[in-house]
């Protein structure tokens, strides 16, 4: 399961960054979202291109392309 298969206000464990590129890997995880972190989706926005995302009490928004790469688990 991907973070584009969360509902609004569901909240999921990360579970895998791995096809993720490295890089964008590290800047997630220096914002806070990395493996075993839960997440909370918060809005889909820009007609599904965007999500919003809170991860310990900080917003963050990531593309669609990239939420389809990053594995959850209810």
Do not use: H, P, Q
Not at 31 to 42: N, P, R, V
Not at 44 to 59: F, N, Q
């Amino acid at each position: 399961m991907n973070i584009t298969e969360l509902k609004r206000d569901e909240i999921a464990k990360v579970i895998s960054l791995r096809k993720l590129n490295k890089k964008y890997t590290n800047r997630l995880m220096d914002i806070g979202i990395y493996e075993s972190a839960e997440i909370t989706l918060l809005k889909v926005l820009a007609m599904g291109r965007l999500y919003l995302l809170e991860v310990d009490d900080i917003e963050i928004c990531i593309r669609f392309n990239d939420a389809l790469l990053i594995e959850v688990v209810k």
